[in-house]
């Protein structure tokens, strides 16, 4: 691979796995990495199990790809958490690279809607939900669903997904919606 190619590294960091994938800036992928979990930093040994998990996805995939670091020139990282601890990692990794780190809630919602308006719900060992309108602006997120009944989780996920939906940002609070629920019954 010649150097300055412009590649570009993705990472998706999550609870099971970490994956790495090498491509050009046209999409055509040249090499993937995988490794173990990137998550539960603040438990004994996190950190280290973080770093690890980033330098051997990346690694595996700098090689299956036939190239190193230093042909790096962008890195966008979609993290299950670990945001702050991951950015000062990335960086020893990829000196040279632009690099982003997000939570996997932003790199999900940009892949599955090509970087347009729209609502992901991740419902895996954790749930949230993200939204962006269509002026850009993204009014935050429901998480934390804990101790609420089933029907409840679904009518607000519901009335704030709808929300979305229409382009238009809904009154209030995703979590100030019991009034909204009563207005609009049939909607749930």
């Known amino acids: 691979m010649p150097r300055n190619s412009r590649l570009i590294l993705a990472v998706d960091g999550g ?9 050009t800036s046209d999409g055509t992928i040249l090499g993937t990495g995988l490794a173990g979990p990137s998550n539960h930093v ?12 980033l330098r051997q996805s990346i690694s595996a995939a700098l090689q299956a790809a036939g190239c190193t670091a230093d042909d790096v020139s962008h890195a966008c990282l979609g993290m299950t958490g670990a945001v ?4 000062t990692i990335v960086p020893q990794i990829l000196p040279g690279a632009h690099i982003r780190v997000h939570h996997d809630m932003v790199t999900a919602l940009a892949g599955a809607s090509l970087a347009q308006s729209g609502v992901v719900v991740i419902a895996g060992t954790g749930s949230i939900g993200y939204r962006v309108w269509p002026s850009g602006r993204w009014p935050g997120c429901p998480r934390g669903w804990l101790g609420i009944p089933d029907r409840r989780r679904r009518q607000r996920l519901r009335y704030w997904a709808l ?23 049939g909607t749930f």
């Not at 702050?84 to 950015?87: L, P």
């Not at 929300?163 to 019954?185: E, I, L, M, N, V």
Request: cysteine-free; charged content about 15%; proline content about 6%.
């Open 163 to 185: 929300g979305a939906s229409s382009g238009k940002p809904s009154s209030g609070s995703a979590w100030r919606t019991d009034s909204a629920y009563r207005k609009h019954p």
């Open 42 to 53: 603040h438990q004994p040994g996190g950190l280290a199990r973080l770093d690890n998990a």
């Open 84 to 87: 702050v601890e991951t950015s």
């Open 15 to 23: 609870q099971s796995s970490t994956l790495s994938m090498v491509a």
